[in-house]
């Protein structure tokens, strides 16, 4: 387990024990009732699929949405050094498949083209936030690019050369 898992289980263990006054149940309980019951979102990484508003450290989107990119990696990797061509070609493969489920989604459900502070009302933001920004598929696109670069780098390292 992970020091940020066992936050997540910390938190609705321990944090009732050391708060009170009039409006603790008013702004604590909330964030407490979602520890208690979606833990295990935490748990597994996979809290970014959920609804923000119901989630436990609903902030940690990121962590599990790399999570779930490492996974991913490890296969890419796995192809670009045993065999390099599908490895390259599954790399594109996912680069498409992620700019074609963005576009999808932002298509279906009538969300802006970007997330932009001035295109997003009280209705959209959350909207766009929920179904599209912290989802993987989001984000897979840059990442394959990303994963392709540094095994660019590492594979040609000795013909690199950075200048000052």
Same mark, same amino acid.
């Given at each position: 387990?992970?020091?940020? +898992? *066992?936050?997540?289980? !910390?938190?609705? %263990?321990?944090?009732? =024990? $050391?708060?009170?006054?009039?409006?603790?149940?008013?702004?604590?309980?909330?964030?407490?009732?979602?520890?208690?019951?979606?833990?295990?979102?935490?748990?597994?990484?996979?809290?970014?699929?959920?609804?923000?508003?119901?989630?436990?450290?609903?902030?940690?989107?990121?962590?599990?949405?790399?999570? +779930? *990119?490492?996974?991913? !990696?490890?296969? %890419?990797?796995?192809? =670009? $050094?045993?065999?390099?061509?599908?490895?390259?070609?599954?790399?594109?493969?996912?680069?498409?498949?992620?700019?074609?489920?963005?576009?999808?989604?932002?298509?279906?459900?009538?969300?802006?083209?970007?997330?932009?502070?001035?295109?997003?009302?009280?209705?959209?933001?959350?909207?766009?936030?929920?179904? *599209?920004?912290?989802?993987?598929?989001?984000?897979?696109?840059?990442?394959?690019?990303?994963?392709?670069?540094?095994?660019?780098?590492?594979?040609?390292?000795?013909?690199?050369?950075?200048?000052?």
């Amino acid at each position: 387990m992970t020091f940020y +898992q *066992l936050l997540a289980i !910390a938190i609705f %263990l321990l944090l009732p =024990l $050391i708060g009170s006054g009039p409006f603790w149940g008013d702004f604590v309980g909330p964030f407490l009732q979602n520890c208690r019951d979606r833990w295990w979102l935490n748990l597994f990484y996979v809290q970014n699929y959920w609804p923000s508003d119901d989630t436990c450290l609903y902030h940690t989107w990121l962590l599990a949405a790399i999570m +779930q *990119l490492y996974v991913v !990696a490890m296969i %890419l990797v796995w192809f =670009l $050094i045993k065999k390099p061509n599908i490895g390259f070609t599954l790399i594109i493969f996912f680069v498409i498949c992620g700019m074609a489920a963005v576009g999808a989604i932002v298509f279906i459900h009538k969300l802006p083209g970007a997330l932009s502070p001035y295109l997003l009302d009280a209705i959209s933001a959350p909207k766009m936030w929920n179904t *599209l920004y912290i989802k993987t598929f989001d984000h897979v696109g840059s990442f394959s690019i990303g994963l392709f670069t540094g095994y660019l780098v590492a594979k040609h390292k000795e013909k690199l050369t950075f200048g000052r």
